[in-house]
């Protein structure tokens, strides 16, 4: 069914805020990993501001649904759209990786609350999502859990332990997406270790593949919605994205895996990212 064009543009400037934020957090803190929070802000922003059952004035809901960040080094994003969606203050967004902040380089269940487990070691986010949601079943509970993987982190082989696994319990509460921008720190990803034919991949372990553009608002609501219908299979959305989307020198260039913008850099980054949220009709405050 499609979504009305009020909400659709109401989360792309929600996207658009948190772009911003993200190049804001990581040039204050001098470093942390901008390519892949670009590329996975449109998916997130969906799943925030829209998709999910969550509180963020009651994070312990017991009824929420479950949100795992297995490429944990993308957490700029992931802290921009808990803070702009009222976990905690904005402005504690500028200290991130600072001593003594709960916005540490990767997401730190102790610190944080809204985070529902500590990742960074890729490859086990997967597991963990999978143990909500069998968690789920056998607690006879209606919320779902979502886990964004990274496609480098799908080399791991942990990965497919736990897709077999998903597959074979039939986890029907349980949908992966997974941030295809096809780099990952060395380089392409299919240079590094060929994943493709993704796709067919993960269908041979039992899931239901939807595949999409993942800067497409419409099409993340699209595939999010679709994939709550199906029934006695997991869901993986494969959604193709820009690394350092919106960022003319970031974009598809590993180079910005995992690296921070000097304030040249910074300068022009925020430029092209305020004029593209200015076109959504976004008030971009020049305050930190």
């Known amino acids: 069914m499609p979504h009305a064009p009020e909400l659709i543009l109401s989360l792309e400037r929600i996207a658009a805020k948190i772009r911003i934020d993200v190049i804001k957090m990581i040039a204050k803190a001098g470093t942390g990993h901008p390519g892949g929070s670009l590329s996975a802000t449109d998916v997130m922003t969906a799943?925030?501001?829209?998709?999910?059952?969550?509180?963020?004035?009651?994070?312990?809901?017991?009824?929420?649904?479950?949100?795992?960040?297995?490429?944990?080094?993308?957490?700029?994003?992931?802290?921009?759209?808990?803070?702009?969606?009222?976990?905690?203050?904005?402005?504690?967004?500028?200290?991130?990786?600072?001593?003594?902040?709960?916005?540490?380089?990767?997401?730190?269940?102790?610190?944080?609350?809204?985070?529902?487990?500590?990742?960074?070691?890729?490859?086990?986010?997967?597991?963990?999502?999978?143990?909500?949601?069998?968690?789920?079943?056998?607690?006879?509970?209606?919320?779902?859990?979502?886990?964004?993987?990274?496609?480098g982190e799908n080399d791991e082989g942990?990965?497919?332990?736990?897709?077999?696994?998903?597959?074979?319990?039939?986890?029907?509460?349980?949908?992966?997406?997974?941030?295809?921008?096809?780099?990952?720190?060395?380089?392409?990803?299919?240079?590094?270790?060929c994943l493709d034919p993704i796709a067919d991949k993960w269908r041979a372990f039992g899931w239901n593949v939807i595949e999409i553009d993942g800067h497409s608002m419409e099409a993340i609501m699209d595939a999010l919605d679709l994939a709550t219908t199906v029934k006695g299979k997991p869901t993986i959305i494969i959604a193709k994205t820009v690394k350092g989307k919106g960022v003319s020198f970031m974009e598809n260039n590993a180079e910005w895996h995992g690296k921070a913008p000097n304030k040249e850099q910074t300068e022009i980054a925020l430029k092209e990212l305020e004029a593209q949220a200015a076109k959504l009709g976004v008030e971009v405050s020049k305050e930190d």
Not at 66 to 80: E, I, M, N, Q, T
Not at 170 to 191: F, P, V
């Open 158 to 193: 942990q990965i497919w332990e736990a897709a077999m696994a998903a597959g074979h319990f039939k986890t029907d509460n349980l949908t992966a997406i997974l941030d295809r921008n096809s780099l990952q720190i060395d380089g392409c990803t299919e240079n590094v270790m």
């Open 47 to 151: 799943l925030y501001f829209h998709h999910m059952r969550h509180d963020p004035k009651n994070p312990k809901w017991e009824e929420r649904d479950r949100f795992v960040l297995s490429k944990g080094h993308v957490c700029p994003a992931l802290y921009s759209a808990m803070a702009e969606s009222g976990y905690f203050p904005v402005s504690e967004l500028m200290t991130l990786r600072q001593l003594g902040t709960r916005l540490q380089g990767h997401p730190a269940m102790q610190y944080l609350p809204g985070l529902e487990i500590t990742t960074g070691s890729l490859g086990q986010g997967l597991s963990a999502g999978l143990g909500m949601a069998l968690a789920a079943r056998v607690g006879k509970k209606e919320w779902r859990v979502y886990c964004m993987m990274g496609d």
